[in-house]
């Protein structure tokens, strides 16, 4: 089931502002598998991930998701992939109500049957280490308690394809590594496919099994972490994994 | 009569529950509450299909509401009686003169400040709201409703402004309800009349009435300003 089935594709999509951010001819993504997206500032790294969460439209381009290209929503198709996908965000916003119920809303949103949501966000709360912040008010959360919300929100109705856009930017090292520690327990568990954005090479390097370096809004290279990282091919890579300056 | 006079004399209407204040009173609550609901279940909807749209897109309609927002009440009551005027196209309904044409005067008048005040409240952080329902898996109702909900305390504050705006205006139900004793005379429309013939004690009972209104309105404008607080810590 995974390692070799795509899951995403990603064809000449683009997408254009006052001037062109990104352009990406080719990209498959396999299920099952850990992506570290990387570059600098500007890469176009999240606006790929908009892209292809379908939270603004490309300029041009398909982005094809198990199969069916979803850029347009015909029929509802685009919803439809969207409830199998999700987006965490660096600075996740949890609505103004209690802790567990933010953890719920996406299960509330497919209509689960209430013993089944109250079992998972349980469990959920239990994984991200705030089971007994379950009735606080989100708004008392810290931003590290918050992320942990944010992504057990995300990932309680198992998403086939998960994406994080700078999960732990600005969060302590004791949050970074309970986050990364449950992205990689969720691939493991789940088989999950996981996409993350992160500026931090030393992050992508522990937990992505491939990298996809961009850099002004192109892909420059990608493959196997190690591979990428031990022996990139282009130099502006291998400047930036080596941690100097990109121009 | 002196002002402390006055004064003591209004406190005496008001602790003995004079029933010709406490008539005035009451449909001034009537006919004002029933004004801003129906502002409410108006503007409210139309505030938040506004802000959800990029502010470039609504821009004129914007415009028109911030207008409005200032409408001068006699031009509302100008406009609301032209159209029920026994000349006007609603002249055979026969509501001059009667409380239901001072409720449409003040809907009129508070729609545009609930619409407004909406439209503001869910631009400041409904597209973060939409876009962080949407990656949860929500429907285009569930996204409308939480985005309501997240922003309930701006939109509070648009309902609490437009009662306190429609309570205490008087050129707009003079206009189109006439000041008529007993039917559809109201606090403010009172309060003129009452000064004119030098009824002062009954004028300032129903100001002093007002101004507890009015603080009551904008203690609960306070409160939802500040996010409310029903955080349970």
Do not use: C
């Amino acid at each position: 089931m995974s390692g070799k089935e795509i899951i995403l594709e990603v064809k000449n999509l683009s997408k254009v502002y006052e001037k062109e951010v990104l352009h990406i001819d080719q990209l498959s993504i396999r299920r099952g598998r850990i992506y570290g997206i990387i570059g600098p500032s500007g890469a176009g790294k999240s606006t790929l991930l908009r892209l292809v969460n379908m939270l603004e439209p490309p300029t041009g381009g398909e982005v094809y998701f198990q199969g069916r290209p979803i850029s347009i929503n015909v029929n509802g198709r685009a919803d439809a992939a969207r409830r199998e996908m999700t987006l965490v965000f660096q600075k996740p916003l949890l609505f103004g109500t209690s802790v567990e119920e933010n953890v719920a809303f996406g299960l509330k949103a497919r209509r689960f049957a209430r013993e089944e949501i109250r079992e998972r966000v349980d469990i959920l709360l239990g994984k991200v280490g705030l089971r007994e912040f379950a009735r606080r008010h989100a708004a008392t959360l810290s931003g590290g308690e918050a992320q942990r919300v944010a992504l057990a929100r995300a990932v309680a109705f198992e998403p086939a394809l998960l994406l994080l856009d700078e999960p732990t930017a600005n969060l302590d090292p004791s949050n970074v590594e309970l986050i990364e520690r449950l992205i990689m327990d969720l691939n493991r568990e789940t088989a999950m496919t996981i996409i993350i954005v992160t500026h931090n090479i030393f992050q992508a390097r522990r937990i992505a099994q491939e990298v996809i370096f961009m850099h002004e809004g192109r892909i420059i290279e990608a493959g196997e972490t190690e591979k990428v990282f031990t022996s990139p091919e282009d130099p502006r890579t291998r400047a930036f994994v080596e941690g100097r300056m990109v121009y | 009569m002196s002002l402390l006079e006055g004064v003591f004399k209004a406190f005496s209407l008001i602790l003995t529950l004079d029933p010709n204040l406490i008539r005035i009173v009451l449909l001034s609550l009537q006919v004002s509450l029933l004004a801003v609901v129906f502002a409410t279940l108006a503007g409210v909807p139309l505030g938040a299909y506004l802000g959800l749209k990029p502010p470039e897109r609504t821009r004129f309609v914007s415009k028109l509401l911030y207008t409005l927002m200032g409408l001068p009440p006699v031009v509302a009551g100008l406009v609301i009686y032209l159209l029920i005027s026994r000349m006007g196209p609603l002249g055979v309904l026969g509501l001059l003169y009667t409380p239901t044409a001072m409720i449409m005067a003040q809907f009129a008048l508070a729609v545009p400040i609930i619409a407004a005040l909406t439209m503001i409240g869910i631009r400041s952080r409904g597209k973060e709201v939409q876009e962080t329902a949407r990656t949860l898996g929500a429907d285009r109702i569930l996204i409308a409703w939480t985005v309501v909900r997240e922003s309930r305390f701006a939109i509070f504050g648009a309902v609490v402004t437009g009662l306190g705006r429609v309570i205490a205006e008087v050129g707009a139900v003079m206009i189109v309800g006439g000041n008529i004793e007993g039917h559809t005379r109201v606090m403010t429309t009172a309060i003129v009349l009452e000064t004119g013939k030098g009824n002062f004690e009954l004028a300032l009972g129903l100001g002093l009435i007002l101004l507890l209104i009015s603080f009551a309105i904008n203690s609960l404008l306070y409160y939802f300003q500040g996010g409310g607080k029903d955080i349970v810590r």
